[in-house]
């Protein structure tokens, strides 16, 4: 009898490699929020500790789902969760200049995050059903535009720059991995760009100038450029090896605004070092490897897309967030998911895992079935 068979097939059957990898990403987090707060456990990293496993425990629930089943589910939510981003805009919550949240006494909910994975899953569901020959074809590309266009209008006049850029490349990605030409995204990028002026007229004051800081932040460096120049500063001060766990001057003297959310990198970074920064991004490079895997060995058409459209939403996080502290992209408010301290985020991302998992265990159930 061998080891494994002494494990129930449920649990052998998960992907611990990649538990094992959310999990480092998640505890190293949890050490990064307690240098935040000085050497204390309130009132971040606690608070992190439990939403990041309790939150997994339902990403790992979710994996138990079948994905026709999230298929199925997909329309519903969609119509449920752009309900709640109506009531969002008569009787949402203000925070950090924008009015995304939807108190409801013992949690607070964002649901711009939530349409994030729906949106994915229901463009997906739409090229499944999709004849191949309809693919270059009109009929292709105006339903899934307007599954991404009507609800991040919404998310727009909220104001969130950041949630709206990241579901419309989430879905815009379902779209080419669907095989939609190339000169359609090009053209797409230019009316995006042509459009600029108009989405830059609903932005707050205040995100207005860090659009227009980023390129050169030292032209303010106390004002609009605060941010990325003491991110910068942070970074390079951090050296190789980093100045020492609870050591860093820029957190710990408080000149590093956001610490905890957004620039919660360039703190890690600064205390631990290039060589620490290296490490995180080798575990998020790790985890999107294998979600990528999972999209390359679906054998349908609607968990390949999914898969892959679940993937790049994670990714564009990961990425997005780096640029924006390195100062390569504007400060739009996107933390570094499953390393920042914030719910909404973190459940997003393992909602998208959760349904990669469920996707994972339905390949591996049909390669079982082959033999």
Known sequence: MTTTSLVP??????????????????????????????GSLKPWALNHIIRFFAFLGMAIAMSYVRPERYREWAWPAFAIVFFLLIVVMLYGAIRGGAKSWLELGFVRLQPSELMKPIVI?????????????EIRKFNAIWPPALMIAIPDALILLQPDLGTASLLALGGASVMFLAGLPLRLFIGAGLAVLAAVPLGYSFLMPHQQKRLLIFLYPEEDPLGA???????????????????????????????????????????????WGMFAGLLLIFLFVVMLRWGTKVALDSKDRFTRLAAGGLTMTIFFYFAINLLMVMGLAPVVGIPLPLFSYGGSAMLTVMICLGMLMSIDRNNRRDRRSRY
């Open 9 to 38: 097939a449920p649990i052998a059957h998960l992907p611990w490699r990649l538990i094992f990898t959310v999990a480092a990403i998640g505890l190293f987090g949890a050490l990064a929020l307690y240098s935040a707060a000085g």
């Open 225 to 271: 450029g605060y941010h990325i120049t003491q991110s910068k500063i942070a970074i390079g001060s951090g050296g190789l090896f980093g100045k020492g766990f609870l050591h860093g001057t820029q957190s710990q003297l408080q000149y590093l605004p956001e610490q905890h959310t957004d620039f919660i990198f360039p703190a890690m970074v600064e205390e």
């Open 121 to 133: 899953l229901c463009i997906a569901s739409f090229y499944a059903r999709l004849p191949a020959a």
